[in-house]
Nanobody, 124 residues
Framework: QVQLVESGGGLVQAGGSLRLSCAVS????????MGWFRQAPGKEREFVAT????????HYADSVKGRFTIARDNAKNTVYLQMNSLKPEDTAVYYC?????????????????WGQGTQVTVSS
């Protein structure tokens, strides 16, 4: 069973930065597309960013474009989400997910494996 473990969440002031990490178990990490999603209180989970298995292509939600960067290190079985210029509306539980198909995927229903999430709180 593939396990995903997120880390790096916390409390930060508006305008600050955080880097989330997601460590993935197993031998096939380099074949997975990876995605980050978030769920704010009282809202549905939404797409944030995705990266292809090779890392060559990325795609972002409009709300984070230019502020967040997704990256991966296939040697370390880890995907990252660098979050800059954070806003209070970025407050949410952030989840990473893995998709065995390997391409850019924004639909959360297509992801095969999920982490437990890490809380990000941005104060104003």
């Amino acid at each position: 069973q593939v396990q995903l473990v997120e880390s790096g969440g916390g409390l930060v002031q508006a305008g600050g930065s955080l880097r989330l990490s997601c460590a993935v178990s197993g031998r096939f990490f380099s074949r997975y597309a990876m995605g980050w999603f978030r769920q704010a209180p009282g809202k549905e989970r939404e797409f944030v960013a995705t990266i292809t298995s090779s890392g060559a292509y990325t795609h972002y939600a409009d709300s984070v474009k230019g502020r967040f960067t997704i990256a991966r290190d296939n040697a370390k079985n880890t995907v990252y989400l660098q979050m800059n210029s954070l806003k209070p509306e970025d407050t949410a539980v952030y989840y990473c997910a893995a998709d065995q198909a390997g391409g850019l995927v924004t639909n959360q229903r297509l992801y095969d494996y999920w982490g437990q999430g890490t809380q990000v709180t941005v104060s104003s």
